[in-house]
């Protein structure tokens, strides 16, 4: 017959019980009979002893519960995890790895970007602006020419063109400030507002003069068409005869409304003002209007 462990552990821990009270009787006696005690350290040998016993009887336990497997397990999964957390960095230091390149990636190509932006307006994109900014220009002039040519004869595209000449596109102090695009002066025969203001005449020269003054772009450009309608020499030139806008600029420097002259003194306002009509192909807006003019 096989006795049950508890009962084994019970008795060895009554052995050991009886064994120290013997041994307690024992120093009891001797030192009734005077003899010396030997030094021993009873209580750490038997602390040492009861400790060896339940170790022994916690691993008899363990093997009939089977949690010593289920230790080992336990043990095995927390390596196993602690595994898999250390192969679990290396993706994500990879994956910082992968997202640090794709941004200094991002960052190259946003600076080559910008270099090649930066060329490319330098090189065209100021033209282009320019271009836009006087496409811009044109379009607001124009339905006011137009209503300037039916009403007075002065084709759209001189309208324009000296608009666009006399004000530096809109940009002149004269215009942005007073609304005068063609530098019309106050003469004796204008009763509105003026201002004065200098001037270039001829190649070189600079003077200060008094400058009519406006509320709108669309009063100037009427006031223009009057202005020309009304003077007599412009008439006499021819300039309502004229077939185009070409032929009708032209007529206005030989009748001696601009001065404009290059380093020769020749006088060069005629030739501004056609170079700029084929630039922007003023004569289409003429030829709308004139089945006689031609695009």
């Not at 309208?159 to 609304?179: D, P």
Request: hydrophobic residues 30%.
């Amino acid at each position: 017959m096989h006795m049950d462990e508890n009962n084994i552990d019970s008795k060895r821990l009554d052995d050991m019980r009886k064994s120290v009270q013997g041994k307690i009787k024992e120093r009891e006696d001797d030192r009734n009979l005077g003899v010396k005690p030997k030094k021993v350290n009873s209580s750490k040998k038997v602390k040492s002893e009861l400790n060896a016993t339940k170790g022994k009887s916690s691993q008899s336990r363990a093997k009939k519960s089977g949690t010593g497997g289920n230790s080992k397990k336990v043990a095995g999964s927390t390596k196993g995890g602690s595994s898999k957390s250390k192969n679990s960095k290396k993706p994500t230091s990879n994956k910082s790895k992968k997202a640090k390149k794709k941004t200094r990636n991002i960052s190259i190509i946003l600076v080559v970007l910008t270099i090649l932006i930066f060329a490319i307006y330098s090189t065209f994109g100021r033209g282009y602006i320019e271009d836009m900014q006087r496409e811009d220009f044109i379009e607001m002039v124009e339905p006011i020419a137009v209503d300037v040519y039916e009403k007075y004869g002065i084709y759209p595209s001189v309208t324009i063109s000296r608009a666009a000449i006399e004000s530096n596109w809109g940009k002149s102090e004269l215009s942005k400030e007073y609304f005068n695009l063609f530098g019309i002066k106050a003469d004796k025969s204008w009763n509105g507002r003026s201002v004065n203001m200098n001037t270039k005449e001829g190649y070189n020269d600079t003077e200060n003069a008094a400058f009519r003054r406006y509320r709108s772009y669309k009063e100037s450009i009427y006031d223009y068409g009057k202005f020309l309608s009304e003077n007599k020499r412009y008439e006499k030139a021819g300039l309502f005869k004229a077939k185009d806008g070409k032929a009708q600029a032209q007529v206005l420097e030989d009748a001696g409304y601009a001065t404009k002259e290059n380093s020769k003194g020749e006088l060069v306002y005629a030739d501004v003002l056609i170079n700029l009509m084929d630039k922007y192909n003023l004569d289409k807006v003429d030829a709308e209007y004139d089945p006689k003019v031609k695009r």
